[in-house]
Structure formats: C-alpha cells, structure tokens
T-cell receptor
Framework: AAGVIQSPRHLIKEKRETATLKCYPIPRHDTVYWYQQGPGQDPQFLISFYEKMQSDKGSIPDRFSAQQFSDYHSELNMSSLELGDSALYFC?????????????FGPGTRLTVT | AQSVTQLGSHVSVSEGALVLLRCNYS??????LFWYVQYPNQGLQLLLKYTSAATLVKGINGFEAEFKKSETSFHLTKPSAHMSDAAEYFC??????????FGKGTRLHILP
C-alpha cells in the first residue's frame, strides 16, 4: 500500500539558509500534519492543513511557513535557519473523515543545520 | 488539556521476559490513545490505538495495551521480548482539536 512520502530524506544546510521540505500524502488523504522531533525529544506538532487551508497551528516558529497544494501535497518552508532547527521533521496524512485516528506518518526528513 | 506521561525514559528487559511500558493520560473527555514505535533513524509506526471500543487493544508485533479509566492508564505490554523490539516507544493522545500529543518516550533495551 502507498505510504506518506517525504523528500528529501536528509538535508544539510548552513545557518541563515532556507530549506523546503515536501510531503506527499497517501492517495485520497486530504489532511496533512507536520511535526518536529528534536534530538532525544518527542515529536511536537507544528501545523496542519485540510483541503489546502490551515486547520491548526502549534509551536511553529514565525520563520517557518507551510502550505498545501491542489494535489494535497504540502511543503514546509524554513527560513533563516538556526542550529536549533536541526531535527527530524515528520509529515503525517489522514482523511478528514478519520482525522488523527487514521493518521499515517512518513519516514521523516532529517535536517541538519551547521 | 490532554496529555500523556510515560514513566521511565529507559526500560531494560531480558530477551524472553515480559515487556511493560507505562503510560498515564490526562484528559477531560474520553480520549483516543496511541502507542507508536520508532526504530533508530526511522519514522513513527503505529503499534495500536484505543478508540473507546474494547478496553484491551491488540496491536502489531505481539504488543497489546489495556485502557483503564479508573487508573487513567494505557500501559503497553508484550509477553516475551525479542531483540528486535529494541526501540523508542511513544504513548500519545489526541486533542479535542484533533492533533496528537506525544509523551516523552521510553527507550526499550533488550538484554541478551
């Protein structure tokens, strides 16, 4: 079965650079969630989208923005990167009918800021 | 607000022994609860979830968890540990606005 796809899987950036992370949800899933997991930490909710509209916002820095496109894929844009942004970024998708009960996680993008 | 507390950031069990990972929840409404496993350098995999149906929930890889409202607990168990069970385990709860809040995680070590 198709799973959530995230690209790239690994990304190395320098401080103050920008990064774009992409998430391709499971077919027919219309809701996307983004989480950040720092080293040795639990995943923290950043932001979610339903039908291309932001549905909820968590602890996402102002330097970050995200959007969902007409094909339901989502991109997380990160600017003015800081060392503390080094983390594993997960995307998850679900159908609006199931919400978090039917949430499936992608493999994550590991971002390293040097 | 909904939250979960995992007791023990590290748990070590011998291969073949019972695995017990503890999770207590706090929720003002009947919660949905989850257990996820994360192997090194990999993503989150759902082990099982409680959705207010049966209180004993069976998951993948021989794991199960029992929802106990009186104890506000959702402990994860497996009768016999395998070396391949070594991983980080996260208990999680969903919020009223439908996002998942994770516990701090418990790293399970399997001793040969």
């Amino acid at each position: 079965a198709a799973g959530v796809i995230q690209s790239p899987r690994h990304l190395i950036k320098e401080k103050r650079e920008t990064a774009t992370l992409k998430c391709y949800p499971i077919p027919r899933h219309d809701t996307v969630y983004w989480y950040q997991q720092g080293p040795g930490q639990d995943p923290q909710f950043l932001i979610s989208f339903y039908e291309k509209m932001q549905s909820d916002k968590g602890s996402i820095p102002d330097r970050f923005s995200a959007q969902q496109f007409s094909d339901y894929h989502s991109e997380l844009n990160m600017s003015s990167l800081e060392l503390g942004d080094s983390a594993l970024y997960f995307c998850a998708s679900s159908s609006s009918r199931e919400g978090t009960l039917g949430q499936y996680f992608g493999p994550g993008t590991r971002l390293t800021v040097t | 607000a909904q939250s979960v507390t995992q007791l023990g950031s590290h748990v070590s069990v011998s291969e073949g022994a019972l695995v017990l990972l503890r999770c207590n929840y706090s929720s003002s409404v009947p919660p949905y609860l989850f257990w996820y496993v994360q192997y090194p350098n990999q993503g989150l995999q759902l082990l099982l979830k409680y959705t207010s149906a049966a209180t004993l929930v069976k998951g993948i890889n021989g794991f199960e968890a029992e929802f106990k409202k009186s104890e506000t607990s959702f402990h994860l168990t497996k009768p016999s540990a395998h070396m391949s069970d070594a991983a980080e385990y996260f208990c999680a709860v969903n919020t009223r606005d439908d996002k998942i809040i994770f516990g701090k995680g418990t790293r399970l070590h399997i001793l040969p």
